[in-house]
């Protein structure tokens, strides 16, 4: 059975279906986390977060207080949050965003002083138009509570935060490529280094880039204290997170759950999360942290949702999502998809990420439609040794960004979990599963 | 002579004066321009270029790469259908061959009377009512024909007009009470900017 005890985080709301308004905020504890943050100096706010040590929801899994330690001290710098929730089948920041909306407005708000910022953007999906609207709506009545604008609370403090909307491109997650975006370009990733917008971000300028998670666990880290935060989880993976469950599962979700505590067969079977497979049919594959990470079998069922745990099995927690693939779940066409993302996606400046994700998408392609050679197997893995070398974990990279690196992962899971599905393909046109 | 009309032109001002560089302003500005014309217009890449300090050539440059921003004209609706992988685990591909034929249009195309444009999307991070459906970047929460030929019916009779307005993901987004920092305060932020770049080109 999952444990299920701590306490609910950042999804303390959910029961509310007024969750996104002030006037649900304020009854529900909202800005005192703020409150007492103003009362404190930054130094002790950042203390708190590092004390936390709170590590980013968005993909990476580096820790806040560090990125934060490492902004250049400049005259101008600013704070952009990352909102860009796109990785095939993450779907918590589009959760947060919707209902509480004003939860990630008070976190913004306390990293901004914490890092003494007078400028924050959040940038968020284009394609969100209820969370834009819901955002936009919580900054507008923070400002209008005496919590945004000038002398927040009476405060010596002042802050401006700006509502941007992307519109539509995977590669703008990557924050480099996000701050392009926001510069009004087209959303190409920077080279590195700087390998941090710490040093240059936004206009040239030291920025801190952060996920809509890490954002909303501010206010409880403030109110409860970084130790608080601390103790719940095991190992350097503290505090709740939110895993979002899709795939052949009776209950597909977003659930807060302590880190670390509960494992993949929690998730997917317990009737108060994911409630089961579809059918009662068995798992034949997870694929954790997003569609850039490796693939589990079920082997991996019993393994701890924690950041270290599912590395040390060759994976990543990543993005916070689970897909779940059944019996009768195709690999072949799910690789194939998968791979036809990223070659969609691909931003296009580097040449193994542009060429080699188009040309793995149609050799999968056929594969998948009954074309498929023997030999296309080894051409496969060969590619993609092209693109990430030595098909180690993490990734070997050529590229400028990740997403290149990402590429091969969901082929050489498929091919070494389920070769011979691969060769039935190959033999008889179609899927002996489903 | 603004292409912008009146309001939206007020609008669109408003938007570049929030940003400490105007071209920051370019993509709420094209979102802006798709609300009042359904997609991007030459005119209106035009007054955007003017707006952000560029060039046409760089907004239509910079506008190319977004999927959500239409060079072409389309159709009342954009109704997107995600074949991704939660969806199409959960039927998504056998969803958008359904909408293909319920519209009357292949992927990627305007149905002829002009109402409907059918797109295959990436993962819109909706996964737990998969497949996820949008029309108009409004989640739609429709995951079976039956309820997507229901849905279909009820756009076509007007009935989702107030859930699904036209174009434009910015449609009900307003900032309220204006511009918090004031010009000056931009202008000196924009001016210490320009400095640093400079020096470190130097």
């Known amino acids: 059975m999952a444990f299920l005890d701590s306490p609910r985080i950042v999804t303390s709301r959910k029961d509310f279906a007024d969750s996104f308004t002030l006037t649900r905020y304020l009854a529900t504890g909202g800005y005192a986390g703020l409150t007492k943050a103003l009362s404190m100096f930054p130094e002790q706010v950042a203390a708190e977060v590092d004390a936390a040590s709170l590590l980013g929801r968005g993909g990476a899994g580096f820790p806040a207080g560090r990125k934060w330690s490492m902004l250049r001290k400049s005259a101008v710098s600013y704070l952009v949050v990352n909102g860009d929730e796109s990785e095939p089948a993450t779907f918590k920041d589009h959760y947060l965003v919707e209902r509480d909306p004003h939860q990630l407005v008070e976190g913004v708000i306390i990293a901004a002083y914490a890092l003494q910022v007078t400028r924050a953007f959040i940038f968020l999906r284009g394609e969100f138009a209820l969370g834009l609207e819901r955002v936009q709506q919580a900054v507008n009545e923070a400002y209008e509570h005496g919590a945004l604008g000038r002398h927040i609370f009476g405060s010596s403090f002042s802050l401006d935060i700006v509502v941007h909307p992307g519109a539509g491109a995977y590669i703008c997650g990557e924050e480099t490529s996000l701050i392009e975006a926001l510069e009004g370009k087209r959303g190409f990733p920077r080279i590195k280094p700087p390998f941090f917008p710490a040093v240059t971000g936004l206009y040239g300028e030291p920025t801190v880039v952060n996920n809509v998670e890490t954002m909303?666990?501010?206010?409880?880290?403030?109110?409860?204290?970084?130790?608080?935060f601390a103790a719940l989880g095991a190992g350097r993976s503290t505090g709740t997170r939110l895993f979002a469950l899709a795939g052949r599962v009776n209950n597909p979700g977003v659930y807060e759950i302590e880190m670390v505590k509960n494992t993949?067969?929690?998730?997917?079977?317990?009737?108060?999360?994911?409630?089961?497979?579809?059918?009662?049919?068995?798992?034949?594959?997870?694929?954790?942290?997003?569609?850039?990470?490796?693939w589990f079998g079920p082997d991996q069922l019993d393994l701890a949702l924690g950041q270290d745990e599912v590395a040390a099995e060759g994976s990543m927690l990543g993005s916070g999502s689970i897909v779940v693939l059944d019996e009768d779940s195709c690999v072949v066409r799910a690789a194939w998809r998968i791979t036809k993302f990223f070659s969609r996606e691909s931003c296009g400046q580097c040449t193994p990420c542009r060429e080699g994700s188009g040309w793995l998408e149609r050799i999968l392609y056929r594969l998948e439609h009954g074309g498929g050679r023997v030999e296309d197997l080894d051409l496969l893995l060969d590619l993609a040794d092209n693109i990430a070398p030595g098909l180690t974990w993490p990734p070997q990279q050529t590229t400028i960004c990740v997403l290149g690196s990402s590429i091969p992962s969901s082929i050489h899971s498929a091919l070494s979990l389920f070769r011979d599905d691969f060769v039935a393909h190959v033999d008889h046109g179609s899927c002996p599963h489903g | 002579m603004s292409h912008l009309r009146t309001e939206m032109r007020q609008r669109a001002e408003e938007l570049v004066s929030l940003y400490p560089s105007r071209r920051s302003a370019m993509l709420p500005l094209l979102h802006l321009c798709q609300e009042q014309d359904g997609y991007l217009t030459d005119e209106a890449m035009a007054e955007v270029a003017e707006l952000t300090g560029t060039t046409p050539a760089e907004v239509r440059g910079t506008a190319s790469f977004y999927d959500m921003f239409h060079l072409e004209p389309v159709g009342r609706y954009v109704v997107g259908v995600c074949t991704n992988i939660a969806c199409l685990l959960r039927g998504g591909e056998e969803l958008l061959a359904h909408a293909s034929e319920v519209l009357g249009c292949a992927v990627g195309a305007t149905s002829d009377d002009g109402l409907f444009t059918l797109e295959e999307t990436e993962c819109l991070a909706d996964c737990n009512v998969a497949p996820v459906v949008q029309v108009n970047h409004r989640y739609v929460r429709t995951t079976t024909p039956e309820a997507f030929d229901g849905l279909?019916?009820?756009?076509?009779?007007?009935?989702?007009?107030?859930?699904?307005?036209?174009?434009g993901t910015l449609i009900r987004v307003r900032r309220s009470g204006g511009l918090r920092v004031d010009s000056a305060e931009i202008a000196a932020e924009r001016a210490s900017a320009r400095d640093a770049r400079a020096l470190r080109e130097q």
């Open chain 1, 264 to 294: 993949f067969r929690d998730i997917i079977y317990d009737p108060a999360l994911g409630g089961g497979v579809i059918g009662d049919k068995a798992v034949r594959a997870i694929i954790p942290g997003g569609v850039s990470a490796p």
């Open chain 1, 216 to 228: 909303s666990n501010l206010p409880w880290i403030v109110t409860h204290s970084g130790a608080a």
């Open chain 2, 152 to 167: 279909v019916a009820d756009l076509r009779a007007g009935r989702l007009d107030h859930d699904v307005p036209p174009h």
